[in-house]
């Protein structure tokens, strides 16, 4: 949500570099974006509606300077505008800011300014911080009025800021990422809202943590604890990401070159150090109850969870969804477990729900992506799933990625995690022979013939029931077709009003006790005139095409999704749609 990467060093091409860098982070948000730099005495600022991915730095006409920021849009407040596009201004162009997050208080800090006498440009609630710094920094220093404001304002942020006369970059965060990459030159610095920003420049980070601020100033680097204002110390962190894994190679899109990576994926997420799962089904066997929580895919991953666990291991587990979770507050204590499910380790919601768990004595474990996110360095145990980055809007691999872990978690908490790891290894050695070009195109014919339908419905049931609505997600997302998942059985309470002549209907079918049954409610809308597209081990009278995926048992959740994952792609290039970009999406949700 809001990609922001700002560079300060002896470098004179920090306009192009962080224009370059900040395509890396289009993922968080492409509405439009933004410049600022410093030049001479001025700051020169540049907006633009649309991608930064488009643009050519080049063709810009870019002065020289050794100090910028950039930032990409994910609109919330204020529509899709260049005056609500991010830097923005204070009264009298003093202060410039980028912003990643809400501020929830800004209306009531605007009036008070505007009672001052300032006046605003934009809807934004970025623009009022601004206004607010340099309104401290009439009576304060620089940094002294950055401290303050951030101390005024309500919600989740992240901010880097310049002054037209310092020759500093601050930054501050709450809630929202931001990195800073310690460049090879001696006082060279970047702040990012993730790490591939920079990752062609340098793998040695730091975290910001919440309610701290950095100052780079005078080629150094120093960081201070914004309730206390003491000085604090940070460690460097020397990451292990290659810059190859982060782009497209040979594929057209991200999203395809993500979906083939789970023939690897899979593997890396079995094959990790086993003491991490031993301890998350340790924790689970000692609580008292336990929640699976997630949004989105994520979300639907950890839905898929808690029938794994009632499935394998006989255990309850309740699942809710991260902006759910706060209704749930009062059955949370010191013997509640929370696991939160996220790729990218720091959803606004999820965090949330994280907190809401930890000040109620909870213990909190993750299955996170990103290593090191907010997520993860606030867990007591951490699984990473090891996908490596994932840069597609939609989640492909790592939601597989996660599945497996959740299976083995459900066999270790069985006492047979040996039985599970086999079954995974099996799995993904399948999905390798199954992840070839035929298979492909087969399912490519199918998304020829439906690319125009308006509406499409998936159906599973038992945990292949979250996968439809999984299925359903990742056809949204990405077609823009009107798809929705339901349960096999609540069908004939409602949704088989839907179907009409040709309707297709994704039934997703595994060798399971619940094949029966998913086969007769496919029937019951192929009497209706619906068009059946078996996902199954084997193909079925019923169905009216077929998408062969193997025999698994237990892992058919992960293979069941797969096809899903190409057909969506392969629908949203037939429609001309972005796969990577889909409109109004973005891939880390930092507001609430
Ligand atoms: C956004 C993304 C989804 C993702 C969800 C949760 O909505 O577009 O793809 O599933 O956030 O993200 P997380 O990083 O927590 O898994």
Redesign the pocket.
């Known amino acids: 949500m809001c990609g922001i990467f700002a560079y300060y060093g002896e470098k004179k091409n920090a306009p192009h570099l962080v224009i370059e860098g900040l395509k890396n982070l289009e993922y968080r948000g492409y509405d439009s974006w933004g410049i600022a730099y410093k030049n001479g005495g001025d700051i020169i600022v540049h907006k633009e509606v649309g991608k930064i991915g488009d643009i050519n730095a080049k063709d810009l006409a870019l002065g020289e300077s050794s100090v910028a920021m950039a930032h990409s849009r994910w609109a919330t407040h204020g529509g899709v505008t260049k005056a609500n596009a991010h830097p923005h201004f204070s009264e009298h162009n003093e202060i410039v800011l980028i912003h990643n997050g809400i501020f929830e208080n800004y209306q009531e800090i605007k009036k008070d300014l505007i009672k001052k006498g300032h006046k605003f440009l934009s809807q934004t609630d970025t623009e009022v911080l601004a206004h607010l710094i340099e309104q401290h920094s009439r009576k304060h220093s620089f940094e002294e009025s950055v401290k303050m404001a951030v101390k005024e304002i309500e919600g989740r942020y992240a901010i880097v800021v310049m002054k037209k006369d310092e020759d500093k970059v601050i930054a501050a965060r709450k809630g929202s990422p931001l990195i800073i990459g310690v460049g090879k030159e001696h006082g060279e610095y970047f702040i990012a809202s993730d790490i591939p920003a920079f990752l062609a420049q340098t793998n040695k980070v730091i975290y910001l943590d919440d309610n701290q601020i950095c100052v780079i100033g005078n080629k150094k680097i120093n960081f201070y604890d914004n309730a206390t204002n003491e000085e604090i110390k940070k460690r460097i962190i020397e990451i292990d990401w290659d810059v190859e894994s982060a782009e497209k190679g040979e594929f057209a899109h991200f999203m395809i070159k993500e979906i083939m990576e789970q023939k690897d994926t899979l593997n890396r997420a079995i094959n990790q150090d086993p003491k991490n799962i031993e301890l998350v089904a340790k924790a689970i066997e000692e609580a008292e109850s336990t929640y699976f929580v997630?949004?989105?895919?994520?979300g639907k991953v950890a839905m898929v969870g808690a029938y794994l666990f009632a499935k394998i291991s006989k255990k309850q587990i309740h699942f809710v969804f991260g902006s759910e979770f706060q209704n749930y507050k009062d059955f949370i204590n010191k013997k509640t477990l929370l696991v939160c499910i996220?790729?990218?380790?720091?959803?606004a919601d999820?965090l949330e729900a994280m907190e809401i768990a930890k000040e109620k004595g909870a213990k909190i474990a993750s299955i996170v992506n990103v290593e090191n996110s907010s997520i993860a360095r606030h867990s007591d145990i951490v699984i990473p799933i090891k996908a490596g980055p994932e840069k597609a809007?939609?989640?492909t691999k790592?939601t597989t990625s996660q599945l497996a872990i959740l299976t083995l978690l459900a066999y270790a908490c069985d006492g047979g995690v040996e039985i599970g790891k086999q079954l995974l290894i099996r799995t993904a050695s399948q999905i390798n022979d199954m992840l070839n070009p035929r298979y492909a195109d087969h399912i490519k014919k199918i998304a020829t013939k439906i690319k125009d339908i308006e509406s499409m419905y998936i159906i599973g049931r038992g945990a292949n029931f979250p996968i439809a609505l999984e299925a359903a997600i990742k056809l949204q997302e990405v077609s823009y077709i009107h798809a929705e998942g339901f349960a096999g059985g609540e069908l004939k309470h409602g949704p088989i009003a839907l179907i009409s002549k040709n309707t297709p209907v994704i039934a997703l079918v595994a060798n399971d006790d619940c094949r029966k049954e998913i086969l007769s409610n496919a029937q019951e809308v192929k009497a209706r005139g619906g068009y059946i597209i078996g996902v199954a081990p084997t193909n079925e009278e019923v169905f009216d095409f077929w998408i062969r995926v193997p025999d698994v048992g237990a892992t058919s959740p992960i293979v069941n999704i797969i096809p899903v994952q190409i057909l969506a792609y392969q629908l949203a290039v037939l429609r001309q749609n972005d796969p990577d970009k889909p409109r109004n999406?973005?891939?880390?949700?930092t507001v609430k």
């Open positions: 997630g949004c989105g895919t994520a996220s790729q990218s380790g720091e959803t999820t809007v939609a989640s790592a999406l973005a891939k880390s949700v």
